[in-house]
């Protein structure tokens, strides 16, 4: 030891301060590379290893050759080395920095810690209120908007009025309209939520706030949690929310018009999308299966949306994504635009829910989107002959085209700017570790690509329908009810690609050479099975029609006759005939028991 100092004093001291130096900075910086890189867990682990194993191995023949080189004035050989050491460090530098900047970016998909939850209590804008007016309020006491938040609202202002709870928002409002009550308590955002409804568009006139409470909580949401790994066959909910605002730091219940499931399968690279129809008339599972149009479900939170989503299919939601509609904007603006073939020519407002001049208008044919175009196309409904159900259509088209362009056309850099321009609006409950085990997937998806194989396949779906102008205890609501036998097979589907049912083989095949061919699309054309029975207007009907129609039905039926002196006699019907019913037309014939049918004398 005592020779190797005595050799290092009669060193050049300034290839000995060199060597201290990079020495030290290579250290430092190689330990934040190997935590960086450490951090990039399922990604190429064999070569990572390796990686980190090399430069360490450098350290160690640096520490010991460099020194040797000084105590032998081999001042070459010292110059290279250190050379290389500086580059390397270099490297680790920039390396750390990109790795980490995916690795936050990465964190801007998890929901927030806390958001802004708000109450407000609403009253028709004629209506006074002061000490006796009646409230409604939600009876759920785990609901923040609807009864925790309202609650606190009540001792703040020290409120004595009487409260009435119900089971359901929609009851709720509907009370209000009809008097029955003289303020509600809704959401923060209940216009969203509510006035696309069909007996609620004029919401915002007729509507005022008397007060309203924010305040910053604990999301809920949070406790939605999956520990599947993406390396598995997996499905994913996405969830379009509806909000003239950037942002999605508030409000636990949404506008539920858009739902979409995707099942994909990282081993076959084979995906199914199924898009919900927002009327779809099922039981809301947060209601005590109370049924009602399947995007009701979404004004009490996520959870409640897919609660009730999994009762439908029969499948188990692992992850979901809430997107705004203004994140749809900015994503594919971000990637500069998707090709989509639009199929029918029309107008629609922008984003900000504006016609005039600032209208976006699209023509029939294949064509390259902007981010107002592309939601447009994903929004639009009221021009379409089938509504909502061919919305559905467009918004599968729309979600493809960013799919295939996010995974071809994206370099690093695009994709920082991607997750930092839809960061605010976008929120799931898939962790970063879980997005970096999709590396080997995308991975294989471009070798396809390269290839010139498909990166993936879609199967696209399609759910048969019919109209449902069905009577609930909000009164007539324009639903539309869904044909057994097609929602089997879109079932059936997404369970083959998740691995949880073996398919079934088809040995028949014909082709013509005359037809172009179309890509199957699953459940279309499937109009059978299972539907759900109203009950028919029996007004004008003969006794006998109610009483073969209630023996088929198994319902109790009772008979009164009635004179002009009642108020069930119609004078529109003929004598011995039915005027009137106990119960609705409409109504759905499994909740009716018993039946009473007023027959004019």
Not at 110 to 120: A, G, S
Not at 124 to 135: G, N, Q, Y
Not at 180 to 202: K, M, P, R, S, V
Request: charged content about 25%; overall charge positive.
């Amino acid at each position: 030891m005592k020779i190797l100092l005595k050799k290092l004093k009669r060193a050049n001291k300034v290839e000995l301060a060199m060597y201290g130096i990079s020495l030290l900075y290579y250290l430092v910086l190689y330990v934040v590379f190997t935590i960086s890189v450490l951090n990039l867990k399922r990604i190429e682990t064999f070569i990572r290893i390796t990686v980190l194993i090399f430069f360490g191995f450098w350290f160690v023949y640096y520490f010991i050759g460099c020194l040797m080189n000084i105590i032998l004035k081999k001042h070459h050989k010292f110059a290279i080395l250190t050379t290389f050491t500086i580059i390397f460090s270099l490297i680790f530098t920039f390396s750390s920095y990109y790795i980490n900047i995916l690795y936050k970016s990465l964190d801007l998909f998890k929901e927030r810690k806390e958001i802004i939850y708000t109450t407000k209590l609403v009253t028709l804008k004629d209506t006074k209120f002061d000490d006796k007016s009646k409230i409604g309020m939600i009876q759920r006491k785990d609901d923040i908007e609807g009864y925790i938040l309202p609650n606190k609202l009540i001792k703040n202002k020290d409120l004595k009025n009487d409260i009435v709870t119900y089971n359901d928002y929609y009851q709720m409002l509907d009370a209000l309209y009809d008097n029955a009550i003289d303020a509600i308590f809704l959401q923060g955002n209940y216009l969203t939520i509510y006035q696309n409804e069909e007996d609620y568009t004029t919401l915002d006139e007729d509507t005022k706030v008397v007060y309203k409470l924010s305040k910053k909580m604990k999301n809920q949401d949070l406790e939605i949690k999956s520990d599947k790994n993406l390396t598995e066959p997996f499905t994913l909910l996405i969830m379009g929310v509806d909000s003239e605002k950037d942002g999605l730091n508030a409000n636990a219940a949404f506008n539920g018009d858009t739902l979409m499931i995707i099942t994909f399968n990282p081993k076959t690279l084979n995906a199914t999308m199924f898009s919900i129809p927002r009327d779809t008339y099922v039981p809301i599972a947060c209601r005590k299966n109370a049924e009602y149009k399947i995007n009701s479900s979404a004004a009490y939170g996520t959870k409640c949306v897919i609660d009730t989503i999994e009762q439908l299919t029969e499948i188990k939601i692992d992850y979901y994504v809430k997107i705004n509609f203004k994140g749809v904007v900015n994503l594919v603006d971000e990637l500069g635009g998707i090709d989509v073939n639009v199929p029918k020519k029309f107008c629609e407002q922008d984003s900000n829910r504006r016609f005039g001049k600032y209208e976006i208008c699209l023509d029939k044919g294949e064509q390259h989107l902007n981010g107002e175009q592309a939601l447009a196309l994903a929004r639009h409904r009221h021009t379409l002959q089938r509504g909502d159900i061919d919305r559905t259509k467009n918004q599968q088209l729309v979600v493809e085209a960013i799919a295939r362009k996010l995974v071809k056309n994206i370099s690093f850099s695009d994709f920082k700017g991607v997750l930092e321009s839809i960061s605010n609006n976008i929120a799931s409950n898939i962790d970063r570790d879980q997005i970096l085990s999709l590396y080997d997937t995308i991975k294989q998806m471009l070798l396809n690509s390269l290839n010139g194989e498909d990166m993936f396949t879609i199967q696209r779906t399609y759910m048969e329908y019919y109209d449902l102008p069905i009577y609930t205890a909000s009164g007539y609501r324009s639903c539309i009810g869904y044909y057994s036998a097609s929602l089997e097979a879109i079932k059936d589907a997404m369970k083959i690609n998740l691995g949880s049912k073996n398919a079934t083989l088809n040995k028949s095949f014909s082709y013509d050479i005359n037809v172009e061919y179309e890509e199957k699309v699953i459940g279309q054309g499937l109009r059978s099975g299972n539907t759900i029975d109203l009950l028919p207007d029996f007004t004008s009907k003969s006794v006998s029609d109610v009483v073969n129609y209630c023996n088929e039905k198994g319902i109790e039926l009772e008979i009164e006759y009635v004179d002009s002196s009642s108020n069930k006699y119609n004078k529109k019907v003929d004598t011995g005939y039915v005027s009137n019913q106990s119960i609705s037309k409409n109504t759905r014939v499994s909740n009716v028991k018993k039946l009473k049918v007023y027959v004019n004398k």
